[in-house]
């Protein structure tokens, strides 16, 4: 499902819009070790930064919740978004195609807030935004909190494009309860900077830092399976499907992933993980659920799995569909740490009503050698 994204102007809508990707907020940043060397004088040079080390953290991904025609979630670095979601019996816009609107308030005193515009397939003439209105009245707001705040005043919330004409008009039910929520996951609940529970207190919103993940880089050839193997892996993950190769690719170390497709259905195949090192192979090891485990669903595979998974640049990927519009499921990223895979980034949608980008519910910062 093509995904553009489009924001109004900078003096319109201060925020940056990432491109069409798996999760909707740009990942946590990678971090590349290096050696600290003490300086013969400490005070004439100014120290190193001391090289990020692996946290060892069990990944905790955040609860997503619906308030009326709007889903909620923060994810671990208590960076929060609010998604409208559409109507269940259509997509009604201008354009013929689904225009979706996401807000997000990053976390701390600062909390910056961002307003991303999305449109599945409409011609980008079209989808251009350049201004709102809320229930019917434009609105003379310059920057995305005010408006973010504005919002949870009114009833129906119009994108409006070149010609002054409503590209979308999203509902506004539950909008200023989301945004409580917000207020009350940041911790700005009677402060100044809160959104909608404003009150007279400085912030004392928190920044929760981020948990880090050391990785290997990926070297080496990858293993070549034989027919036997094939056939033995194949009775172990119980695959039903046929006509796929499965995938093997160098991790390092002299091990290799195989992503073995086991079952498919309209929009979704099912891979089983295992890891050659040498002649022995077994089921891959991860440090959270992967793949329809994270939803909630039976993989139908006994060992660990991936849907409609990837391995490029040391990052396995897994898009876990909903259903075929692609706007519900679950979105992760894991890197290997010579061990098992870590979840690095984690992003869902529970609610299939037409919003394809995702709120993001984990992050971890990824340490390469």
Not at 44 to 62: E, N, R, S
Not at 96 to 106: A, D, F, Q
Not at 235 to 258: D, I, M
Request: with cysteine; hydrophobic share 40%.
């Amino acid at each position: 499902m093509m995904r553009n994204s489009a924001l109004l102007p900078f003096s319109i809508i201060a925020a940056a819009v990432a491109g069409c990707s798996p999760s909707s907020q740009p990942a946590a940043p990678e971090t590349h070790n290096a050696t600290t060397a003490t300086p013969p004088d400490a005070r004439a040079t100014p120290a190193t930064p001391a090289a990020v080390t692996d946290t060892h953290i069990k990944p905790t991904p955040g609860a997503l919740k619906t308030f009326g025609d709007w889903a909620v979630g923060c994810d671990n670095g208590l960076r929060c978004t609010l998604a409208a979601l559409l109507p269940e019996d259509g997509f009604p816009s201008e354009t013929g195609s689904p225009i979706t609107l996401n807000i997000t308030r990053e976390p701390g005193p600062a909390g910056a807030v961002s307003v991303k515009i999305a449109t599945d397939n409409a011609p980008a003439q079209a989808a251009h935004p350049t201004g709102f209105a809320i229930d019917g009245r434009p609105t003379a707001l310059r920057d995305a909190a005010s408006l973010t705040a504005a919002m949870a005043n009114g009833t129906t919330l119009s994108v409006r494009g070149a010609n002054g004409h409503a590209l979308v008009t999203l509902s506004l039910k539950g909008a200023a309860a989301a945004l409580r929520y917000i207020d009350a996951q940041q911790g700005r609940v009677g402060s100044t900077d809160a959104i909608v529970a404003k009150g007279p207190a400085p912030s004392r919103a928190p920044t929760p830092p981020l948990p880090a993940i050391a990785t290997i880089a990926p070297s080496g050839a990858a293993a070549k399976l034989t027919a036997a193997q094939i056939a033995t892996l194949r009775k172990r993950a119980t695959c039903t499907v046929e006509g796929f190769t499965p995938e093997t690719h160098a991790l390092g170390g002299g091990k290799s992933l195989v992503i073995f497709p086991c079952s498919t259905g309209a929009y979704n195949l099912i891979s089983a993980l295992f890891i050659v090192d040498g002649a022995g192979i077994t089921p891959a090891q991860f440090d959270a659920p992967a793949g329809f485990e994270a939803t909630g669903a039976d993989s139908g595979t006994p060992v660990k799995s991936v849907i409609n998974g990837a391995f490029e640049n040391g990052v396995l990927t897994s898009d876990a569909k909903g259903r075929g519009l692609g706007d519900c499921g679950v979105h992760q990223r894991f890197v290997w740490d010579g061990t098992r895979f870590r979840l690095s980034e984690q992003s869902e949608m529970r609610e299939c009503r037409g919003n394809a980008d995702f709120i993001t519910t984990w992050r971890a910062r990824v340490i390469r050698p």
